[in-house]
């Protein structure tokens, strides 16, 4: 009994002390997850604000954007700490949170964009055509009303 | 049948159809342009107004400020506020000349605070603050830990600010600078604009 359990407590504790170890988390890992993360927000920004420039509704992904970015700045700050176990992980949550984000802008942009179109179509194009119409669609109304009612009118006042 | 008595009401009942069809683009065309394009940086006190901003600190005491960003530039902007403190000789932002030429003070940023603000918009957070910090035994100089920001603890090892006596103060600074990311530059770059609270850091 007594030959394996000294080499058993050993080992768990071996095994207790590295284990921590070799999963934390070092300066240089922590660092390129907080430039990833700082990249991927730099990405997402410049995504919704194509969103934004063709017009689309974009606050609610502004206010994730707001979260990624305060979860960077903790990354930041816990770096700087030196805790790079946290700065790892908020960095990792940063980066998470925009999962799928610049698909959503692009959608939204599109969105936006056909939106655009249709109402330059309308109230453009349409309105601008309208008011064409209406100038020369008088014109011509007057002129056949002369020509049809404006002898008559001639003649009427030949015969008082 | 006289048309010719008509005449007038036929062109003003034209007039006023084709304006009403065309006030759409109208609508549109006849936009005074924006001429002034530019960012804003305010800090409001406790009470969401500019009056009661904080200026004798206690230690460990809580004191609360709003800050705020309006975007007049015509697009969407990412905003990054510098959070930095300093004592009397320490490097502040300059005020004077124009704005492009302003620069930040060279102090390390204690935090970063993104903000992203579509245009003719605004933003403000809330900004919740106390300071941790000891007097010497001299009573010249206090001996600053650190800063409590929105709940993170900002370090100030290595901060300290002398006694001033001719103001009668422990001169404290807490500045928040503005700066924009330049997507062209790939680059944040300072935007010229700061505010900041001055401080008396009393010794109670």
Request: net charge negative; charged share 15%; with cysteine.
């Amino acid at each position: 009994m007594k030959g394996w359990v000294v080499p058993f407590c050993v080992s768990l504790l071996l095994i207790l002390f590295f284990v921590p170890t070799c999963l934390a988390v070092d300066e240089g890992q922590a660092r390129s997850a907080i430039v990833e993360a700082n990249q991927t927000i730099k990405d997402c920004y410049l995504a919704v604000a194509a969103a934004d420039k063709a017009g689309g509704n974009v606050s609610g992904m502004l206010s994730v954007l707001q979260d990624a970015g305060m979860l960077l700045s903790k990354a930041d700050l816990a770096l700087g700490k030196g805790d790079f176990d946290s700065a790892y992980n908020l960095a990792v949550q940063s980066k998470a949170k925009l999962d799928g984000f610049i698909v959503e802008a692009h959608s939204v942009k599109d969105a936006a964009e056909h939106s655009g179109y249709v109402d330059f179509m309308i109230n453009i194009v349409g309105s601008s055509a309208g008011t064409v119409g209406v100038v020369v669609g008088s014109f011509a109304v007057w002129f056949w009303l002369n020509r049809r009612y404006g002898k008559v009118g001639h003649v009427e006042q030949d015969e008082s | 049948m006289n048309l010719s008595e008509y005449k007038v009401f036929f062109i003003v009942v034209t007039a006023v159809v084709a304006l009403f069809v065309a006030s759409p683009v109208l609508s549109r065309v006849l936009v005074y342009p924006r001429t002034e394009f530019f960012s804003e940086m305010w800090l409001l006190g406790p009470n969401h107004k500019a009056e009661g901003y904080p200026y004798n600190i206690s230690r460990g005491q809580n004191y609360t400020v709003f800050l705020g960003i309006g975007n007049q530039l015509g697009y969407c902007l990412y905003y990054v506020v510098e959070v930095k403190f300093r004592n009397e000789t320490q490097s502040a932002p300059t005020s004077f000349g124009p704005i492009e030429n302003r620069t930040p003070s060279s102090m390390p940023s204690l935090f970063n605070i993104s903000a992203f603000v579509t245009d003719e918009q605004d933003w403000e957070l809330p900004m919740s603050f106390s300071f941790d910090y000891e007097v010497s035994l001299d009573r010249s100089q206090v001996i600053f830990h650190n800063l409590t920001l929105n709940d993170e603890i900002l370090g100030l090892d290595g901060y300290s600010t002398a006694w001033n006596g001719t103001r009668t103060v422990f001169f404290g600074n807490l500045m928040f600078e503005l700066w924009i990311y330049d997507a062209q530059a790939t680059a944040l770059s300072y935007h010229g604009r700061f505010v900041d609270l001055k401080f008396n850091m009393t010794t109670y």
